[in-house]
């Protein structure tokens, strides 16, 4: 039976999948555009080695033995599997968000890499933890074959069922997105002074190396844990005109209040 390797989705982490794949030398049998990747046959150059695919002509080609890896959004992946379930297919999702699959006939399985991407494909998946799920001993193979040809290492392969990988998922984005997310702020607050974010490299620097190193609750510092009035009511009267970032330092005061207490 011959096994195509199909990735579906084409945005950052799809163009590091392939990318990665290709520096390991390997290559995908086929990639395909789903509909927000309405652009994809514009950008030629990155399928020097790889044959593109329409998400209408996947479907209706898709044969037993092939496995279909979704770089997709959440909201898509339901409709798409469902839409690829046949018999002999393994469909993979990459989404901590989402449970596994229960799909009638195809084989499934979830391959949750726990990092951001960028689609330049610079990814070292040595080292990056990958939470694994899966529906038999078939799609488990499978998974663990496309970990060996990413490079991600043995140790770092977790199996983990949806309800623990959402969870992780959900402290990613408070420790990654919300956090960059308040980086950007204060970016943009330091513009509002004609000062550069480069001032505040050395103790963001300092901060990220004490991850872990340090209990996170101990680790945290500044007036709200102080107690400090005066100062929090001076940053106050600063965000009088920025209504939701005030809003932000009031919650965050509170709970790292909260959490200090």
């Known amino acids: ?33 789903t509909s927000s990747d309405s652009k994809l046959q514009e950008n030629t150059e990155d399928f020097t080695s790889t044959p593109f695919i329409s998400w ?18 959440d909201a898509n992946i339901i409709n798409s599997a469902n839409a690829l379930d ?17 799909l009638q006939q195809a084989s499934t399985a979830v391959f949750y890499p726990l990092q951001t991407f960028s689609g330049h494909g610079n990814v070292d998946w040595s080292e990056i933890p990958v939470f694994l799920e899966f529906s038999n001993k078939n799609s488990e193979k ?22 623990k990988r959402l969870q992780i998922h959900l402290a990613a984005v408070f420790a990654n997105n919300f956090t ?19 001032v505040l490299l050395p103790i963001l620097k300092r901060m990220a190396n004490q991850w872990g190193k340090l209990d996170s609750i101990e680790a945290i ?23 939701s970032y005030k809003k932000l330092y009031m919650d965050l005061t509170e709970i790292i209040q909260q959490l200090k207490s």
């Open 180 to 198: 960059q997310a308040q980086v950007a702020i204060a970016d943009q607050l330091l513009k509002d002074s004609n000062l550069s974010l480069e």
């Open 56 to 73: 209408n002509d996947l479907k209706l080609s898709i044969t037993e033995g092939d496995v279909v890896v979704m770089a997709i959004s």
């Open 142 to 163: 499978i998974l663990h074959e496309l970990a060996n040809r990413l490079g991600a290492k043995s140790e770092n392969l977790k199996i983990c069922d949806s309800n």
């Open 1 to 33: 039976m011959l096994k195509r390797w199909i990735l579906c989705g084409y945005g950052r982490l799809g163009k590091d999948l392939h990318r990665s794949f290709e520096k390991a030398g390997f290559v995908w049998d086929l990639i395909c555009a």
């Open 221 to 243: 510092t500044g007036p709200a844990v102080r107690r400090d009035q005066a100062t929090i009511q001076k940053h106050l009267a600063a965000l009088e005109d920025k209504p």
């Open 86 to 102: 046949k018999h002999g297919i393994t469909v993979i999702h990459c989404s901590g968000a989402t449970a596994l699959l229960p």
